[in-house]
């Protein structure tokens, strides 16, 4: 145990130094145009999601449960899925290129930040040993990497818009930025939904419940509907750009409220083993 | 009615019922409600929020989600998705057979009907009939027009269940010894139901024969599983064994085995003037030799709180069988008076109080649950991810053409969303018709 425990430990600051080296260099080629420095950024985010990987399934095969019941274990994961989910949108849509510039220190800040809480092995109860937790708690991961995607078209817009010069001419045209972010907005509003679908069904699977007002249910429920509002509001009110921009972020605000301001703050169900 | 109709599905009703609804949500997180909050909790806000007392009185915000107005807002909104699917539905067909261009420049010409046939064809578009010999129709994911549509009508169908299990819902919590039998009429130790419902009534009564808790090779509870007996008013008895994340269907219940269970302890108190008092407290169950199990339970006959831990075993050895630690402690809100760590057959001070572990037993907590309707609520939870797959990631593109007096065609292109995504799918399109006109 204890080896392992070094190991993981150990593992994870690697991946922490290669992902701030992904991270310097996609800033720096971002910033001053140079193409080959930032192909080199991809290399290190690449090498350090692969080894992220390898720390993660170590770490599984050691605790037997996925990464999802300690604190550490929720952020490590969460870091993973946004650095796999924009290099697997990256080949569906190569022009979230520069969504780079914040999903890759949005990743080793989250990573660096779960390695200050207790790596301690914590047990997974038996109701959670149901395939549900497990698409429950990976599609909100996802969505967590779309909405981040999204958010990050939001601030380019609103950068851009502010003053159109240096790095920010290489971004895409305002209307695309604003139609990007409006799409991944709804990816990810897709995923939030179904992951609280999910989660009721196995609530109902274990508890005999598919619904009880736990504040993080609430908070979630919240969440969906601001992010209907939202998709509302562009569909058929034309809200776009700047205020458009504003209103996701405020969002996006309310959902990381919910992923971990209500797991750490709150006394839920979803908060007792987060603790 | 049209006004009705009109006023039910104005665009800014809908926007108004999602921010109020979400708004309120949010005000039921600020206020603690009762169904989720302890006595203590409730006493102490409210006396931190005195000023607010008139407004959460006046609106009933401590059960928000039993209150006839908010109960009018969810209907409000059932009735406008209801219209609103219809309208989605009358859209989405419209779509689907129109073919006007709207504001779209044509993209290219096309030579012949065949070649851009061909080239829909070699794109996944589907050729789709218009009633015109003039005009040729293609789309490319057809059903994505009902994506809105699909999503409304999981709405619809998961908001009218969701009320309907409210309503006519209800179930009965049964916390049980190892060996104990609930007679009838059977006390629930907790029992809810909707308005429209009685309480749960079982026909008998309930035995727990034994819960059987197997522990990975970590010491961590891997399977948790009880064996349940009930006896009917003839007598007849039927048994079956519950486990967690295993649902047993008796006589149209649904029987759940909660998370929570684990080792009862038989304590003696008896104080220095001869009183003696008997208390039975279901601990929950410990998740390793090193992690301890915790409970804190009121005292009818103290003014203090006795709050527990246990080890399975004192020596640290095996999960099962073992001798288990138990500390017990007795706590005036967080302050400590006394403490004791006890074995089975031993004894210990607690302040005034010699306390002595009597025995150990197997606890488990039972729901039994009776509700219909949520086959409605699984149903528009997939129609509602079938539809928001659908609305995000395939939007319709159409190709619409227009037969010249030369017998060209004047080709247009559009998406039904996110065009700026489907740029090159256009251009391609455009490029590949412009080779076949040239050749």
């Excluded at chain 2, 099962?320 to 074995?343: C, H, M, N």
């Amino acid at each position: 145990m204890k080896s392992s425990l070094e190991l993981f430990m150990a593992g994870n600051w690697a991946v922490v130094i290669v992902y701030v080296l992904a991270t310097i260099a996609n800033v720096s080629g971002v910033l001053f145009s140079n193409e080959r420095i930032e192909r080199i950024s991809y290399r290190f985010a690449g090498s350090g999601l692969a080894l992220h990987t390898g720390v993660i399934a170590l770490w599984w095969v050691e605790v037997g449960h996925g990464p999802y019941m300690a604190p550490n274990e929720v952020l490590s994961s969460d870091a993973w899925v946004i650095m796999a989910c924009y290099f697997a949108f990256l080949k569906l849509y190569p022009r979230i290129k520069p969504v780079s510039i914040l999903a890759f220190p949005a990743s080793f800040l989250m990573l660096a930040l779960s390695m200050f809480y207790n790596p301690g092995i914590r047990t997974l109860p038996a109701t959670f040993r149901s395939i549900w937790l497990i698409i429950h708690i990976g599609l909100y991961k996802i969505a967590l990497a779309t909405l981040v995607i999204s958010c990050a078209f939001a601030i380019f817009y609103l950068l851009k818009k502010r003053k159109d010069s240096g790095w920010l001419l290489r971004l895409p045209a305002l209307e695309v930025l604003d139609i990007y972010s409006y799409r991944f907005a709804g990816f990810g509003f897709i995923f939030w939904t179904i992951g609280m679908l999910a989660g009721s069904i196995w609530a109902h699977q274990s508890w005999g419940r598919f619904w009880g007002w736990d504040p993080t249910e609430t908070w979630a429920l919240i969440t969906c509907l601001m992010f209907g509002a939202y998709l509302h509001l562009r569909r058929f009110f034309r809200l776009q750009g700047t205020r458009a921009s504003w209103f996701f972020i405020a969002c996006f605000f309310i959902s990381l409220v919910s992923l971990f301001g209500m797991a750490t703050l709150n006394g839920s169900i979803h908060s007792e083993y987060f603790k | 009615m049209n006004i009705f109709r009109k006023l039910i599905t104005a665009r800014r009703l809908s926007l108004g019922l999602i921010l109020f609804l979400a708004g309120m949500m949010y005000v039921s997180t600020l206020v603690p409600q009762e169904m989720g909050s302890s006595p203590e909790g409730i006493a102490e806000w409210r006396h931190k929020h005195e000023a607010l007392l008139w407004l959460v009185d006046g609106f009933k915000l401590y059960r928000m989600y039993v209150q006839p107005w908010f109960a009018a807002a969810i209907l409000l909104a059932l009735a406008a998705l209801v219209i609103t699917t219809f309208d989605q539905i009358a859209a989405a067909r419209r779509k689907l057979y129109s073919t006007g261009c709207g504001v779209e420049d044509p993209v290219v010409e096309a030579s012949s009907e065949q070649a851009l046939r061909s080239v829909a064809r070699s794109r996944w578009y589907l050729s789709l009939h218009t009633g015109s010999q003039d005009k040729l129709k293609f789309v490319r994911n057809p059903w994505g027009y009902f994506g809105n549509t699909l999503l409304h009508l999981g709405m619809v169908l998961v908001v009218s269940a969701s009320l309907y299990v409210a309503v006519t819902g209800r179930q009965g919590v049964l916390i049980m010894i190892e060996g104990e039998t609930r007679g009838t009429p059977l006390h629930w130790d907790l029992s809810e139901y909707g308005i429209l419902a009685s309480p749960l009534v079982l026909p008998g009564t309930v035995r727990l024969d034994k819960v059987r808790v197997n522990f990975d090779g970590k010491n961590r509870p891997a399977a948790v599983s009880s064996d349940v007996t009930i006896t009917d008013g003839s007598g007849s008895a039927e048994s079956f064994s519950a486990s967690i994340n295993k649902i047993i269907r008796y006589r149209g219940l649904r029987v759940y085995h909660a998370a929570q269970y684990g080792d009862a302890f038989s304590l003696e108190f008896s104080d220095g003037e001869g009183r003696r008092h008997l208390e039975k407290i279901p601990v929950q169950q410990s998740t390793g030799l090193d992690n301890a199990g915790y409970g804190d339970f009121d005292l009818t006959w103290s003014p203090h709180v006795l709050s527990t831990k246990y080890y399975a075993d004192a020596d640290r050895k095996k999960m099962t069988g073992g001798k288990p630690q138990l500390v017990v402690r007795l706590l005036d809100k967080s302050r400590e008076l006394a403490r004791a760590s006890l074995t089975p057959g031993n004894s210990g001070i607690l302040g005034n109080y010699r306390v002595r572990l009597l025995g150990v037993e197997k606890w488990a907590k039972l729901i039994f649950v009776d509700i219909g309707g949520m086959a409605v609520i699984f149903a528009g939870f997939g129609i509602i991810m079938i539809g928001g797959v659908v609305q995000y990631t395939v939007p319709p593109r159409e190709l619409i053409a227009i037969r010249q007096q030369d017998g060209r065609y004047l080709v247009y292109w559009r998406a039904a969303a996110f065009k700026e995504f489907y740029m090159d799918e256009r251009d391609s399109i455009t490029r590949e018709l412009q080779k076949e006109a040239a050749s």
